[in-house]
């Protein structure tokens, strides 16, 4: 973990922190747009630069926003969606639809029509009936839909159980032995509104070893020998997905991007060398890792609760509804009291949050600076799936978001005010005449 502590403050892209935290109050998401552009060009040179014929689409869920989408777009981006909600927001922004994919298991019927309209450049079939309501759509647009197979090669991950997707037994996509998978690969190579490209395939998050990728891939080789020998078939795209693990506290052992993609890479020229067939263009789909070390989130401590020889709670102003993952996953972060950053951690505390519930605590058991009511603290790398899953529980509004790069602090999204909160809230008539 980064630890400069000869500044007293924490200084992120160039920006202390605990001026962002006065200016814009608490809590509050920051994104470094420095953090960003230095991961995307690891990535890029680990592999669109190094290999031709590859592609990064960033998936959306992990971060989204209308100036995000135009981040993605200026660095040549593709975007993955999950939704016609994130779908919406990149048209709104102004991303051409063309480099657009869209995922999603039981996508709805005005999802994959507004896909269709909107001329996205690949529809991703995840479900066995999916494949009629695009066909539906796209003759109604009179438009032919590129589109890939979502495959469960069926290996397990070695991350947390609610965020491995590739196991057989798993909502997403088609197991390779599935006869549902054989039907929808010959509907979508005959029909005439549908450009059957090849397969996607995506394991699971957080992932630090990139030997699931590989046995992946040689589930899906199979696939496709037996479809050329039957079917006469030659997939033009293969999706590899996202899934690179990110440093979240010093326990974790995160791989450069070369360690992913030099062995995947070879071992995929490997095999369409020896087959003699042309190899497909290679994607992407990262969103964790491009995003997650850029974002920390700023709160200011209130209560501190001292229970003699038990434990030390550190009370902020927010919580599980602006970062559920503690609570969902077990997840660990890295916490510095930022208001003093050149001062030892050397006191246990547990940082636990405002919501009504006991499992509320957002860092167990880690060593803080002497912390005191009004102290700014920062939580690290967490800008995947903080903001893009927060909610309103407690009825406690959405956090502002910053964009920082070297110095400059520019506000990404309002905190979302109590008005806001309550817009949508009818007292029915029924209720009111009582
Ligand atoms: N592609 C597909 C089809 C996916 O399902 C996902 C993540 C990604 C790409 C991006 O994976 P990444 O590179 O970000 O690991 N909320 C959980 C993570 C859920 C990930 C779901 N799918 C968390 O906070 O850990």
Request: charge should be negative; charged fraction near 25%; glycine fraction near 8%.
């Amino acid at each position: 973990m980064e630890m400069n502590r000869q500044d007293q403050r924490l200084f992120f892209d160039g920006c202390d922190t605990v001026e962002l935290a006065k200016k814009y109050g608490t809590p509050l998401y920051l994104v470094s747009l420095s953090s960003i552009y230095e991961k995307v060009k690891q990535l890029k040179s680990a592999f669109t630069d190094r290999y031709e014929n590859t592609r990064i689409a960033y998936a959306a869920k992990a971060f989204l926003t209308k100036g995000m989408v135009r981040i993605i777009d200026e660095l040549d981006l593709c975007l993955d969606v999950v939704s016609g909600g994130e779908l919406d927001c990149a048209l709104r922004a102004g991303f051409p639809p063309e480099r657009i994919e869209f995922n999603g298991n039981n996508k709805l019927p005005w999802e994959i029509d507004l896909a269709v309209k909107s001329g996205v450049g690949r529809l991703i079939i995840d479900g066995f009936n999916e494949l009629d309501g695009i066909i539906e759509s796209a003759k109604k647009h009179h438009r032919t839909v590129p589109v890939l197979i979502r495959l469960t090669p069926g290996v397990s991950a070695d991350s947390h159980d609610y965020i491995v997707t590739g196991k057989k037994d798993s909502k997403f996509g088609f197991p390779v032995d599935s006869p549902a998978l054989y039907r929808t690969i010959e509907q979508a190579i005959e029909s005439e509104y549908t450009d059957f490209l090849g397969f996607h395939f995506h394991i699971g998050s957080q992932l630090e070893s990139n030997e699931v990728y590989l046995d992946s891939l040689d589930i899906v080789f199979e696939l496709l020998k037996k479809l050329r020998k039957e079917r006469g078939f030659v997939s033009k795209e293969l999706n590899i997905g996202g899934g690179f693990g990110i440093r979240y506290t010093e326990e974790d052992d995160p791989k450069p991007f070369d360690y992913f993609f030099t062995p995947v890479m070879e071992k995929i020229d490997a095999f369409f060398k020896e087959e003699g067939m042309p190899r497909p263009e290679i994607v992407t789909e990262p969103g964790r890792s491009l995003i997650g070390e850029a974002g920390r989130t700023l709160y200011t401590v209130g209560s501190i609760k001292e229970i003699a020889g038990l434990r030390r709670y550190v009370m902020i102003d927010g919580g599980m509804n602006d970062n559920i993952r503690p609570a969902l996953y077990q997840a660990k972060y890295h916490v510095v009291n930022a208001s003093k950053y050149d001062q030892e951690p050397t006191e246990l505390s547990t940082v636990s949050g405002k919501i009504c519930e006991s499992g509320d605590i957002l860092a167990k058991d880690v060593l803080l600076a002497p912390t005191e009511p009004g102290d700014i603290l920062a939580f690290y790398s967490t800008g995947a799936y903080g903001y893009s899953m927060a909610s309103n529980y407690n009825k406690i509004p959405v956090p502002a978001v910053v964009l920082l790069y070297k110095g400059k602090d520019e506000l990404m999204v309002k905190r979302q005010t109590l008005e806001e909160l309550h817009r949508n809230d009818l007292i029915p008539e029924m209720i009111s005449r009582l």
